[in-house]
């Protein structure tokens, strides 16, 4: 990391931040590990290295959140879709009227829309805002057995999140679980250890006194 030794020297705590950030970060952050190890200062250079791991994890969190919209945006799509080709065509008629008042959905592009182009002018809109109207628009047909569909879709898409979740979670409990009891023997052995010891300690005090004593009458 080169930076300028006239701007370091001089520097306090908050601009020799600003310096190592004004380089590549990556690098400052490793630069900023090997100094601690240095000095040393190795409980910063633990704390700097688990909150680089929360820095991770959020990162990993945050993609895969990404990745569970878009496949929940893809499947919304399939499932409205698959609705729409239930209807017949007097049907889906009545339904794009039902829609006229969404200020999404210009009506002179809704009433020319074919069931596909339907969608994706809904997809315009708020996902969930998509669904309740859907849901309001079949029960105005009436056609309450899409409802009954499009309800329970929707309940499995929810699910869905958690199960995985449970499933991700799953290996690292039972990591936990199965590394218990041999952080409790060994914790039960130190004890033993420690209480073994205790006695050999007191001896060993209780023999320098001897010494000391023996040492003082000689000289007296």
Excluded: Y
């Excluded at 009506?107 to 809109?125: G, I, N, Q, Y």
């Excluded at 699910?159 to 952080?183: C, F, G, M």
């Amino acid at each position: 990391m080169t930076i300028p030794r006239c701007e370091l020297d001089p520097a306090d705590r908050l601009k020799t931040v600003d310096l190592m950030l004004s380089r590549d970060r990556q690098e400052a952050v490793n630069r900023t590990r090997e100094s601690l190890g240095k000095i040393p200062r190795n409980d910063l250079v633990e704390r700097l290295l688990a909150t680089q791991e929360e820095e991770k994890l959020k990162k990993k969190q945050e993609e895969e959140e990404k990745l569970r919209k878009k496949q929940e945006e893809g499947k919304t799509v399939e499932m409205l879709h698959n609705i729409l080709q239930d209807l017949t065509d007097d049907e889906f008629k009545r339904f794009k009227w039902s829609l006229r008042d969404m200020s999404t959905i210009p009506w002179c592009k809704l009433d020319k829309a074919d069931r596909p182009e339907t969608v994706d002018l809904m997809r315009s809109c708020d996902r969930q805002e998509a669904v309740n109207r859907t849901r309001e628009s079949l029960g105005e047909i009436p056609r309450n057995d899409l409802v009954e569909l499009l309800t329970q879709e929707e309940e499995n898409l929810r699910k869905k999140p958690v199960e995985e979740e449970k499933i991700r979670k799953k290996p690292a409990e039972e990591e936990k679980i199965r590394k218990k009891p041999v952080e409790e023997e060994e914790k039960l052995r130190k004890k033993r250890k420690a209480e073994d010891q205790q006695p050999v300690e007191i001896m060993e005090t209780r023999l320098l006194s001897h010494v000391k004593i023996r040492c003082v009458l000689r000289w007296d």
